[in-house]
């Protein structure tokens, strides 16, 4: 980690950063750039996503409306993955990065079991997991993730949550952010604002949930 990534403190000790994101979903045009430009960066196989994003049409005709939910993996606090692998293959960062080690994992599959989040696959050429991981080489050298800087409208702000002056810390502090399943005890650091009921619980394909 580059000293420019640490936080000073009051002491003038410095701080290691806790990596975090809000996704704003009144920003969220559904254009899936997102998800492009994760799979370009991150060379994801053809029918497999490291972020997508999750479509919902609710409401009564005539008012209809179509939500959108970007999905990524939460960068747990507490994350299970990391509890119930057999082989430590899947481990959290200093800065709170949740990473899995290709050289140990076997592709049990056990960390996609326990993920409350359903974001892990198994890679169909190398037969083990994978997932999001906040791009990790591009912010080791001071960058956005990918997804982030391709946003068009800016609905995904990243930052270090240590950091009380950064975007991303002032957000979750001052607007009702909101977190996914935060009753699993995982305390996820991807964080949403705009998030309702039907778009919380809209599983992995697109729904359609109509008011009767």
Known sequence: MSKAHETATPSGSKKLPRWGMVIDLNRCIGCHTCE??????NDVPLGIWRSWVKVIEKGKYPNVVRAFRPTLCNHCENPVCVKVCPVHASYKREDGIVMVDP?????????????????RYIHPQKGILDKCDFCHFRVDQGLQPACVEACPTSARIFGDLNDPDAEVTQLVEKKPVQALKVDMGTDPHVYYIGLDQATMEIKREVE????K
Do not use: F, N
């Open 103 to 119: 050289h140990l994992c076997v592709g049990c599959r056990y960390c996609m079991s326990a993920c409350p989040y359903e974001v």
């Open 208 to 211: 359609l949930v109509w008011d």
């Open 36 to 41: 492009i430009t994760c799979k370009i960066q």
